[in-house]
């Protein structure tokens, strides 16, 4: 553990797999105190353990706003202070731009806008308190450029990269950084659709969360609005 992180507390939403548990276990190991969202709260016990005086467990349902609501009230009465909310949870049904299925884009909108959007409301409070509040929002590169027909994704994750600028702009004089992280494929479930890139090729979940961990620990004058984390050569002129 890092002695200089044993007070800081930070929320991971989607812990329970993927990047969110690579982060988790990434902060976990540098003496972050953690407070885990996930829809299965067993999966968190398995994955670290009962819970204890580093880990606080929280269902966390996207669809569910009362959800994200008790999570950051438990969150504080365990821990007294939040200092970094990563949004890591996301969807990646795949609705293309003829699709007519608006039930689809709602899920969409629901997992990876409202939500985020959400716990950046509840989270804003006591980050500002701290001065030094961290929020990383797990975009995509889909956020920055389109390279596919799956317009619902593609709409969401531009949207979330309106959210962190306008979290930048309004929290920037409390001292609240937020960062965007933009990988192209990442070696998680999400992407095993794809036979573009191997597995091997792919960024390592582990890799990405040491990103994370980096972002949250820039200093006040050295913010970062955006990462993007490529495993291929693309131009982004």
Known sequence: MTAGNSGRVALVTGAGRGIGLAIARELAEHGYRLSLGARDTAALEAAFGPEGGQFHYAHFDAYEPESAQAWVTGAVARFGRIDALINNAGLGERVSLMDDNDEALDRLFAVNVKAP??????????????????VINIVSMSGKRVRNAFVGYNMTKFAVMGLTHTTRHVAWEKGVRA????????????SAYTNTVTPEEMIQPETLASLVRTAIELPNTAAMAEMLVNCRLEDML
Request: aromatic share 4%; charged share 20%.
């Open 117 to 134: 959007l959400r716990m950046t409301r509840l989270c804003l409070p006591h980050l500002e308190q701290t001065g030094t509040g961290r």
């Open 179 to 190: 960062t965007a992280i933009c990988p192209s494929f990442v070696r998680t479930e999400m």
